[in-house]
């Protein structure tokens, strides 16, 4: 359990350095480099917060709202650099 926690914490965490990273970037190569980490750890994030589901109520739910809200971010930050273009 304590791993499980831990990893999801470091997710977390990759996830606020990665917003912060995207916000900076100016270039479009250095705002796919800094999305792919989100891409690849929101599956893993999604299973772990399933997983302890049971342990911790509500912790799946928060899992889909702040990946939404990440989402959401980058998502607007990636329209704002096409249309800057």
Not at 53 to 76: K, Q
């Amino acid at each position: 359990m304590i791993v499980e926690v831990s990893l999801l914490i470091a997710i977390y965490s990759v996830w606020i350095l990665i917003l912060v990273n995207v916000m900076v970037s100016s270039e479009e190569v250095s705002l796919t480099i800094a999305t792919l980490p989100f891409i690849i750890t929101f599956p893993l994030a999604m299973i772990l917060a399933a997983s302890l589901e049971s342990i911790f109520p509500g912790i799946f739910l928060a899992d889909i709202m702040l990946t939404m809200i990440v989402g959401i971010l980058l998502f607007v930050r990636w329209i704002m650099a096409i249309a800057g273009e």
